[in-house]
C-alpha cells in the first residue's frame, strides 16, 4: 500500500513540478537555453537496476550536443523485499554516444554511466568497517534510450531508457572466485522514463 | 535516412545487442531492486529448519561425526574444493558454518554460497557471523537460515547454536543472550536422553574486539555449569586454535576459514573434524 502512496506523490511531484515550467515557457515564451541553471531539465521514474524497486528523480543535460546526463534518483524498497523500508539515495552520471533522428524519434544506442548510492540500511559500528566500501554502492551500467518528439502535453520529450549494469561488490566476488561465478551473473537490468520539460 | 542509421547501427550493434541478451538470459536476477534486497527463492529460505528435518530423515549408524567449517567470505572457489572433497568422505552426519558466510553482505553473495552448499550430500546449518550484518544482511540471514539463536538435537546429543557478535548489536548487553544459553543447558542437562551438549558460536568469549567483555565470565560460566558440555566451537579469528582458558578446563576450539588466510608462512585453509562418540577433533587441509 505504501508503495502506492509513494508513487503517487512522486507522479504529482512531477506533474506539478513539470506545470510550473509549462506555464512559465507558455507565458515568457522562453526555450530551454533560457532555463535557468537550476531548474532540472528533465524526470525520470526508473524499475529496479539497484536503486529501488521503484525510483523518481530530477536531472540535467548539458554539454554542446546535451549528451552529458546528471541525474539525483530517490528509490524505495518495499518492506516485503528487504526486510525493511529501504530508501535509496543515489547520483547518476550518463554519457550517451550516439544519436540517430528519425521524425519525432530519437535514438541513442549506446550509453555508459557511472552512479553511486547509499541507503539507510548500513553496516553497523563504522569504527572497524570503513564507511565507504562498506556502506556505498558503486555501479556501472551500459544502455540505451529511445525518445519521442511530443507536439503537446507537459513534456517536450518522454524517452524509455533501459541499463545493463553491476556493482563494485559483485565484480570483487567475480575477481575473487572466477571459477565458481560466471562473468555474465554480476549483471542485473534496469528500464526506466525519461520526460523532458519544456 | 532512418534505414541508413539502422543498416549502419546493424552493422555495428548487433553484436553488442547479442551479447547483452545473452548476458541478461544468464542473469541471476535480472531485476534487481537493490544488492542489499532480499532475492531469495523458496528453496533458498529457511535452510536450517529444512536441513534438519533431512538430517533425521537419515539413516546411519550411532555414531556422530559432523564438519566444523568457518569464514566462507567471499571464497565460493574454496567451498567448492571443499565441497567436492566432503563428497568423498562417508560417516560424516552434517556441517556447521560458524559465521562470516560472506563478506559484504549482499543478496547474491549468499545465492553463490548457497549454490555451493546444496551441491553438498550431508545437510549443514549457518550460524551467524560478524560479516552477516554488514548491510542488510541481517535481514537476508534471517530470511535464509532462520532464527540467529537456536539448538537442536540429534542421537543423543544436543547442539546449541548462539549469536555472540556483540559489537554488532552496539554492546547492548542481550548479545549473547546468556539466560538463553543457561536455560537450553538447563534442559539438556535435565533431560537424560541427552548425554554431550557442543555449544557453537561464532566469536570467542576471550575476544573482546568483539564479544562482550562483561558477559565473558557469564557466558564460560554457563558452558562450565554442566558436565554434558564437551566443548564450545567457535571460528572469526582464521586461526587453529585449541585451548582450556577457563578453570573448568572446558575445550574452545577456533577453527581456521574456508577463506584462503596466511599461516605459519604458508596459505593455507581447513576444516575440523569432530567425532562426537570419542571426542576427537581433527584438523582437515582443504587442497
Same mark, same amino acid.
Given at each position: 500500500m505504501r508503495i502506492f502512496i509513494f508513487l503517487l506523490v512522486m507522479c504529482i511531484a512531477v506533474q506539478a513540478n513539470s506545470q510550473d515550467i509549462h506555464s512559465s515557457t507558455s507565458d515568457s515564451s522562453t526555450t530551454s537555453e533560457d532555463r535557468k541553471w537550476y531548474v532540472p531539465s528533465h524526470a525520470n521514474i526508473q524499475f529496479a537496476g539497484g536503486i529501488g524497486m521503484f525510483s523518481a528523480g530530477v536531472g540535467y543535460l548539458y554539454g554542446k550536443t546535451n549528451h552529458f546526463q546528471s541525474d539525483f534518483y530517490f528509490g524505495y524498497v518495499p518492506e516485503s523485499k528487504a526486510g525493511k523500508?529501504?530508501? $535509496?539515495?543515489?547520483?547518476?552520471?550518463?554519457?550517451?554516444?550516439? +544519436?540517430?533522428?528519425?521524425?519525432?524519434?530519437?535514438?541513442?544506442?549506446?550509453?555508459?554511466?557511472?552512479?553511486?548510492?547509499?541507503s539507510n540500511i548500513t553496516s553497523p559500528n563504522t569504527d572497524t568497517y570503513p564507511i565507504v566500501p562498506y556502506n556505498f554502492m558503486f555501479t556501472a551500467f551500459m544502455g540505451g534510450k529511445v525518445d519521442k518528439k511530443m507536439a503537446a502535453g507537459p513534456f517536450s520529450?518522454?524517452?524509455?531508457?533501459?541499463?545493463?549494469?553491476?556493482?563494485? *561488490?559483485?565484480? +570483487?566476488?567475480?575477481?575473487?572466485?572466477?571459477?565458481?561465478?560466471?562473468?555474465?551473473?554480476?549483471?542485473?537490468?534496469g528500464l526506466g522514463l525519461n520526460f523532458r520539460f519544456k | 535516412m532512418f534505414m541508413d542509421a539502422i543498416l549502419k547501427m546493424q552493422m555495428r550493434y548487433s553484436f553488442l545487442l547479442i551479447v547483452s541478451m545473452v548476458f541478461l538470459y544468464s542473469c541471476i536476477d535480472l531485476f534487481q531492486y537493490s544488492p542489499n534486497a532480499i532475492s531469495l527463492d523458496e528453496s533458498q529460505k529457511d535452510l536450517n529448519r529444512k536441513n534438519y528435518e533431512e538430517l533425521l530423515s537419515k539413516e546411519g549408524d550411532d555414531t556422530v561425526r559432523f564438519v566444523?567449517?568457518?569464514?566462507?567470505?567471499? !571464497?565460493?572457489?574454496?567451498?567448492?574444493?571443499?565441497?567436492?572433497?566432503l563428497n568423498n568422505i562417508e560417516g560424516i552426519d552434517f556441517m556447521l558454518l560458524a559465521g562470516d558466510l560472506v563478506q559484504k553482505g549482499t543478496s547474491k553473495e549468499y545465492k553463490w554460497l548457497h549454490r555451493e552448499l546444496e551441491r553438498l550430500n550431508i545437510p549443514y546449518f549457518g550460524i551467524v557471523g560478524n560479516h552477516d550484518f554488514e548491510r542488510? !544482511?541481517?535481514?537476508?540471514?534471517?530470511?535464509?537460515?532462520?532464527?540467529?539463536?537456536?539448538?537442536?538435537?540429534?542421537?543423543?546429543?544436543?547442539? $546449541?547454536?548462539?549469536d555472540t557478535n556483540s559489537k554488532e548489536w552496539n554492546w547492548n548487553g542481550k548479545v549473547p543472550d546468556?539466560?538463553?544459553?543457561?536455560?537450553?543447558?538447563? @534442559?539438556?542437562? @535435565?533431560n537424560d536422553d541427552i548425554d554431550k551438549v557442543y555449544v557453537i558460536s561464532h566469536v570467542a568469549p576471550y575476544d573482546h574486539v568483539f564479544f562482550d567483555a562483561e558477559l565473558e565470565y557469564d557466558f564460560a560460566n554457563a558452558i562450565g555449569s554442566s558436565p554434558k558440555v564437551i566443548a564450545s566451537l567457535h571460528s572469526h579469528s582464521h586461526k587453529w586454535k585449541i585451548s582450556r582458558p577457563y578453570p573448568d578446563k572446558k575445550i574452545y576450539l577456533q577453527v581456521t576459514s574456508v577463506k584462503q588466510v596466511k599461516e605459519n608462512k604458508w596459505w593455507q585453509r581447513?576444516?575440523?573434524?569432530?567425532? *562426537?562418540?570419542?571426542t576427537t577433533i581433527f584438523k582437515y587441509k582443504i587442497y
Open positions: 523500508h529501504m530508501y $535509496i539515495y543515489t547520483l547518476k552520471q550518463t554519457f550517451y554516444f550516439l +544519436e540517430y533522428n528519425y521524425k519525432t524519434f530519437q535514438l541513442y544506442p549506446l550509453s555508459l554511466g557511472l552512479t553511486v548510492n547509499m520529450r518522454v524517452g524509455f531508457f533501459y541499463e545493463i549494469g553491476t556493482n563494485q *561488490v559483485e565484480v +570483487e566476488a567475480l575477481i575473487r572466485n572466477p571459477a565458481t561465478i560466471k562473468f555474465s551473473e554480476i549483471f542485473n537490468l | 566444523f567449517a568457518a569464514d566462507t567470505q567471499f !571464497a565460493t572457489d574454496e567451498l567448492k574444493i571443499l565441497v567436492d572433497q542488510n !544482511a541481517e535481514n537476508i540471514f534471517e530470511a535464509m537460515f532462520g532464527e540467529r539463536d537456536f539448538s537442536f538435537e540429534y542421537k543423543h546429543t544436543k547442539f $546449541i547454536c548462539i546468556i539466560s538463553w544459553l543457561q536455560s537450553e543447558i538447563d @534442559a539438556a542437562d @535435565a581447513s576444516y575440523g573434524l569432530i567425532s *562426537v562418540s570419542d
